[in-house]
């Protein structure tokens, strides 16, 4: 398998899984949103502003492996489709 190729697959599969863990994310919101609203809802931390968008993600992904690692990359992307939930 060519190395552009397991760049563009992992690409994907990180993208999935980011699309997987946002979608939980809104579940968990809509399900919270019914309930009586809070006096006032708490700041969020720092870290939250730090998380990437997709197109961040992605292009990090892309920077992050290469011929020398992809299949090391690809075998992590395989444990965390595996464990997480309903996946692999």
């Given at each position: 398998m060519s190395t552009k190729?397991?760049?563009?697959?992992?690409?994907?599969?990180?993208?999935?899984?980011?699309?997987a863990s946002c979608s939980g994310a809104e579940e968990t919101?809509?399900?919270?949103?019914?309930?009586?609203?809070?006096?006032?809802?708490?700041?969020l931390p720092a870290e939250v502003s730090d998380i990437p968008t997709q197109e961040q993600a992605d292009a990090e992904a892309e920077k992050s492996i290469d011929e020398k690692n992809a299949d090391e990359e690809m075998e992590k992307i395989e444990k965390e489709l595996?464990?997480?939930p309903g996946g692999g």
């Open positions: 190729t397991i760049v563009s697959l992992s690409a994907l599969i990180l993208a999935s899984l980011a699309s919101q809509a399900k919270t949103s019914t309930a009586a609203p809070a006096a006032e809802a708490p700041a595996e464990s997480s």
